[in-house]
């Protein structure tokens, strides 16, 4: 079955504690990207990743990390969490031809 | 990305047809609309996309203008399970940064 598997799906930490989110997808595709959900805000990009040893930033990439050293993980990294990177996380990776995104079930963090 | 503009919220009757509306009016040419919803806090699920022909599959029909300047989802019977935020994009397919999701219709079937 395709599917694209986060963990943890949640998450209390406390501030200044580093954690690793990781996201793994079984469909073979280059493209990879973690966003983030605030209520109001919608889903916001964090990273992206068009392909292994190729990142670029999001719109909201301040206090997060990733890499790229295989082409199925891409994890988010979070060096020094504070309470503001409480949030909904969903990563994604995308179809090469037609486009359309696989989304993760979430991985639900509370910093405190 | 051309923006895109939904009403924040509808409803529709079990059994009915939900129509969700979607106006991109500075789409480009090579630019794909797509249809995504959110149910709960599940990861966003995607239901169709389309370039200027009308489109349909197991889950909705999609609806684009001649001119491409706005879209239609339309789900023929709607269930309660289909209660969702609906996300609208417009988006090149092998752009290189990923589709950045706006507010979306909180769409409410309701008995």
């Known amino acids: 079955e395709a599917q694209v598997t986060q963990n943890p799906r949640y998450l209390i930490t406390v501030t200044g504690k580093k954690l690793t989110v990781t996201c793994s997808q079984n469909m073979n595709h280059e493209y990879m990207s973690w966003y983030r959900q605030d209520p109001g805000l919608g889903l916001r990009q964090i990273y992206y990743?068009?392909?292994?040893?190729?990142?670029d930033k999001g719109d909201v990439p301040e206090g997060y990390k990733v890499s790229r050293k295989e082409k199925r993980n891409f994890p988010l990294i979070l060096e020094s969490p504070s309470p503001n990177q409480t949030s909904l996380y969903f990563c994604?990776?995308?179809?090469?031809?037609?486009?359309?995104?696989?989304f993760g079930e979430g991985s639900r963090l509370t910093v405190l | 990305d051309a923006k895109t503009t939904q009403p924040p919220s509808m409803d529709c009757a079990e059994g009915r047809a939900a129509n969700l509306p979607c106006n991109h009016s500075t789409i480009s040419g090579n630019e794909y609309v797509y249809w995504y919803r959110q149910i709960h806090s599940q990861g966003p699920q995607y239901i169709i996309h389309?370039?200027?022909n009308n489109e349909t599959n197991e889950m909705a029909s999609l609806i684009i203008t001649e001119d491409r300047k706005s879209s239609t989802l339309i789900l023929p019977h709607a269930t309660l399970r289909d209660t969702a935020v609906y996300y609208c994009i417009v988006r090149v397919v092998v752009a290189g940064n990923m589709l950045t999701f706006g507010g979306g219709t909180r769409l409410m079937v309701k008995p």
């Open positions: 990743s068009m392909n292994v040893e190729v990142t």
């Open positions: 389309g370039l200027k």
């Open positions: 994604a990776s995308r179809e090469r031809n037609t486009g359309e995104l696989f």
